[in-house]
């Protein structure tokens, strides 16, 4: 009969006390913890505790946060007052705007009648009655305040950017004016600038897929006036964002949030500059009640970004914010804190029979 070999390693050794004291006062210290989280303040599973209650109410607002907005239906409204806007008009769609008196000014105009040829590209044709501009195939569009000192009426310019043919297919930019008899007056594909006369009240739908209402200070650009040389940078003076939202199986709206632009800011609609949305709203100026465009537009994009010198912040909404604004969800709460006081209240008291039963069994 073979006897097993010995073992090359030696046992380890018992721990001393002091180290076993030390492991079992760490025990003692890591069972009351455990005690501690999941059956404060007494009371044992399967009765519910306040702090199982807190943690199942935590993981349903981590929940609530991972839902898609699609399903709240969020939408928002830009209300400003801004001296400079740009816009970018959708390739697809053929817009048809509404000019008052004024001047454009065009690189070339071969065909167009009545312009003057100032330089070599500098063609000014002048319009003594308000025309009608039509734009095919997209452009990029500058509207800007151009308000005399001391004028009884404000006026603005237009500067439309024309849009490159791409490698898709899409065509060109085209800009056609006609005058009130529906008479054309000037076609081109180039950059074409409109300087208004003063006017009292005019206003324009807009449809487009970009926009960004004032103009940052941080840019350099400078825009000059006919104020014998004075120059000036134009801004947004003055708007908000309010955020309204649908949730899920409720027809009403209702809003969810509100903020409010400073003076100078930038505000650039959608956030994300790959981005491509859909806003529409109108653009109004109106000689009684402003000297600024009043530029309101709706969207069903859910956030905007806001550019300020070294404090730039996108503008958003959480589900949490949709949410919790619904009654259903105050409801809901409601009854949670108060399954949380009944809990509080039969854990204590199931602690205090146990703490009886104990004492009985010593006795």
Known sequence: ???????????????????????????????????????????????PTVTSLFVIAALLVAGVELLPKWLSDVTLTVRARTEVLELVL????????????????????????????????????????????????GATVRFEIATLEGAPAPTFTLALTPRAASGDGSAASSFEVRNGADEPLLATPELVTFESQPVEHWRIPLIV??????????????????LGGQARQPILTEGDVRM?????????????????????????????????????????????????????????????FVRRLRAEHRIGVSMWAVVSKLPMWLTFWVVWVSLIVVANYYSDRLGELRGHKNESKKT
Request: glycine letters at 6%.
């Open 1 to 47: 009969m073979s006897s097993a070999p010995p073992s090359s390693a030696p046992p380890a050794p018992p721990p001393s006390g002091a180290a076993a004291r030390a492991f079992a006062v760490v025990g003692r210290y890591a069972q009351r913890l455990f005690d501690m989280t999941l059956n404060w303040p007494g009371g044992r599973w399967p009765v």
């Open 209 to 226: 897929e970009r926009v960004q209402l004032g103009e940052s200070l941080s840019d350099g650009v400078v825009a000059s006036d006919a």
């Open 90 to 137: 959708q390739p697809e769609r053929t817009y048809v705007w509404w000019l008052p008196r004024g001047s454009y000014s065009l690189l070339t105009a071969t065909d167009a009648k009545g312009c003057e040829q100032r330089s070599r590209f500098d063609v000014v044709c002048s319009s003594a009655e308000p025309t009608v501009i039509t734009i095919k195939n």
């Open 244 to 304: 309204f939202a649908r949730a899920l199986w409720f027809d009403e709206r209702y809003q969810i949030k509100e903020e409010r632009f400073d003076p100078a800011d930038v505000v650039q609609i959608p956030a994300d500059p790959t981005e491509q949305g859909l806003l529409l709203g109108l653009l109004s100026l109106d000689a009684a009640a402003q000297r600024e465009f009043d530029v309101t537009l709706h969207t069903d994009l859910a956030e905007v």
